[in-house]
């Protein structure tokens, strides 16, 4: 299998605070990695490690063949933010403008496509995540959950290499979070490489091929869904019940 992205012995701390002490792992083209761990364990920095937005300490993150923290340039990290998009925690929609130009936002910024072309590509997309006609809506006219899936929207508009989900399914009721994972199966089956960070366990077995785990600074587990699902280890068991507790307590 094509290896699309390799962190290899990734190490980054915020002054004192050690946050990832020897981060190894890969992704394969048209795979999708759960990445778990407790709050504060470093996996919202990893992503945006990964699109340059966070400088590592050490250790090396290669798209393809190429050095990601090479990328210091502006004119290159907004090139690789085409290929590997972040699709953020919050949703970050901009508040001032309408669905349209949300989703619009990074084809008037990359592409050359005409207005009209554009319209069409919005359309298409809307209507792929169940959304149509929803154009001249503002973001505050929106559920939480609609806001998610526009905010995504905008996150596979250009068509990236790797979508990195960054706990997509928070704060949404079933049926909103119903909606999330079959968008993004759906992309899952046309090909889409993605990390998916959650604490939303049953959404990482349902969506994920492999998951990975964060203890203590590195990845501590690394498998199929079946061997995180079947395993006796007692970090893990107690990792995934606590997260369990954790998931039910905040809905
Ligand atoms: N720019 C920064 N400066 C200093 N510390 C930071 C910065 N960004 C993150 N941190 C710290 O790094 C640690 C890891 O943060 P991160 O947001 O990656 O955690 P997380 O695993 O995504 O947590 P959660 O599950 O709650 O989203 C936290 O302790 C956070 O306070
Ligand atoms: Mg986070």
Do not use: W
């Not at 923290?69 to 998009?85: A, C, P, V």
């Not at 079933?174 to 199966?185: G, H, K």
Request: include cysteine; charged fraction near 25%.
């Amino acid at each position: 299998m094509e290896t699309i992205l390799n962190l290899n012995n990734i190490h980054k701390s915020f002054g004192e605070k050690r946050i990832h002490q020897g981060v190894n792992f890969e992704l394969h083209k048209g795979e999708s990695l759960g990445l778990l761990g407790g709050s504060g364990t470093g996996k919202s920095v990893l992503l945006r490690s990964i699109i340059g937005l966070e400088k590592i300490d050490s250790g090396k993150i290669l798209f393809h063949d190429k050095e990601v923290q090479g990328f210091t340039d502006e004119l290159n990290l907004s090139k690789l933010r085409l290929k590997i998009s972040y699709s953020f925690q919050s949703g970050a929609l901009f508040d001032s403008l309408n669905v349209f130009d949300n989703i619009a936002y990074p084809l008037f910024e990359h592409t050359k496509l005409s207005y009209v072309e554009i319209q069409v590509k919005v359309a298409q997309v809307l209507k792929l995540i169940d959304l149509e006609g929803i154009e001249n809506l503002m973001p505050s006219d929106l559920s939480g959950g609609m806001q998610k899936r526009v905010g995504m929207a905008r996150a596979m508009i250009l068509d990236p290499e790797i979508i990195l989900y960054d706990e997509p399914t928070a704060g949404l009721d079933p049926a909103n979070i119903e909606n999330v994972v079959s968008l993004m199966l759906k992309l899952k089956e046309r090909g889409q490489s993605s990390i998916l960070v959650t604490h939303d366990i049953p959404a990482a077995i349902r969506f994920c091929d492999r998951i990975l785990i964060l203890i203590d600074r590195k990845i501590y587990f690394n498998g199929t869904v079946e061997e995180f699902t079947e395993s006796d280890d007692p970090n893990i068991l107690k990792f995934a019940q606590g997260q369990a507790k954790e998931a039910h307590h905040a809905s």
